[in-house]
């Protein structure tokens, strides 16, 4: 009858002990349920009388779920108590609880299969047992940059360098999109957090433009910028980088880095997808849009960590070791670091 408002925000916390009415599931069944069957001299059409069937089913399922949640703490064991409770759910409640718990209980099992099963389907070999013939196929194992396999390869390289250099992020900073790296690497150095984004629409963010043209974000403004993985999706990267040094303070830090060998985007980002960077390219973009600036400029890949990144594969299906093997022939992540220059 009345509209239905909600807010994600937490409000009140809810302490649970042994002494919780909601440890008593035949009572919270009983009342729920009494609550429930007060609505049914209401009900005016038959979409609402099956709504009401279909919250009784619901209930009873719910409960039966906690019930049996509760048997598993008690090793499934069963008292003379249980078989009471038993009795207020329907069979097929039972049955797929049985199941529920019978699955649960061989997860590792179940889990294995069912993931060599899909990836059997999809004709791409399981994680961790890739052989070197499989690199011979016409298409990669994974679309998503290795997601779906463990998470991508060049997020390594990208978290090592942010790691590295989480001392420059600190004071106000500004990262494009979200502030997961911000907060992640900068910690309680970090004083304010800010985040650009070009949909109006995000509620986190500070400012709304595009960072190739952002003339209502301030001068000498942060102390420090993270500008991961965003310039290549900018067509004005120049106008970019021009930007990202008027706002820095005198003194402030670029962290800045750029895909070089790499797959494109299939999903969201396939049609802002221009750019890829190498280490010459950097060089010579920062000394004209950083002039007198202090720059560090490194490469990350061989050509093991750049096959395997445009196939897809996965960062847990790759070791370490060669993953650190460095052969700038095979830039698959450049990375900047730029201190803006103090005017005398």
């Known amino acids: 009858k009345y509209p239905i408002s909600h807010h994600p925000e937490k409000i009140a916390a809810y302490r649970l002990h042994t002494e919780n009415m909601s440890n008593n599931i035949p009572i919270m069944l009983a009342t729920a349920l009494e609550v ?45 108590e249980d078989l009471s409770t038993f009795l207020k759910f329907p069979p097929q409640t039972h049955a797929k ?94 004083t304010q957090s800010d985040i650009l984004h070009v949909d109006e629409k995000n509620p986190k963010a500070t400012f709304i433009g595009d960072l190739s043209h952002a003339p209502q974000v301030p001068d000498n403004t942060f102390d420090c910028i993270v500008l991961t993985q965003t310039l290549h999706l900018i067509y004005d990267f120049q106008g970019a980088l021009r930007t990202c040094h008027r706002i820095l303070k005198p003194g402030g830090t670029l962290l800045l880095t750029v895909p ?37 400029i490194h490469s990350f890949g061989n050509v093991f960590a750049a096959t395997a990144f445009l196939y897809g594969m996965g960062l847990p299906e790759v070791s370490r070791e060669k993953l650190d093997h460095n052969d700038p022939q095979f830039q698959v992540i450049n990375t900047v670091k730029a201190v803006k220059a103090i005017a005398p």
Request: charged share 25%.
């Open 260 to 296: 070089g060998i790499t797959p494109i985007d299939h999903g969201e980002w396939k049609e802002t997808w221009y750019w890829s960077f190498t280490d010459k390219a950097l060089h010579r973009l920062m000394a004209e849009s950083f002039p007198g600036s202090q720059t560090e």
């Open 97 to 190: 609880q049985l199941m529920k718990y019978f699955i649960k209980k061989n997860m590792p099992f179940f889990g294995r299969w069912l993931q060599r099963w899909r990836y059997y389907k999809q004709n791409v070999p399981v994680p961790g047992q890739v052989q070197t013939a499989d690199f011979t196929r016409l298409t990669p194992f994974s679309t998503a940059f290795g997601y779906d396999r463990g998470g991508p390869i060049d997020r390594y390289y990208i978290e090592g360098f942010l790691r590295q250099e989480a001392g420059c992020i600190k004071g106000r900073i500004l990262e494009i999109g979200d502030n997961e790296y911000t907060l992640l690497y900068g910690g309680n150095r970090v």
């Open 36 to 80: 429930l069957e007060r609505q049914q001299n209401g009900l005016k059409n038959i979409s609402e009388k099956n709504a009401y069937k279909r919250g009784i089913s619901l209930r009873k399922e719910y409960f039966c779920g906690q019930y049996y949640e509760h048997l598993f703490i008690r090793k499934f064991s069963i008292t003379k």
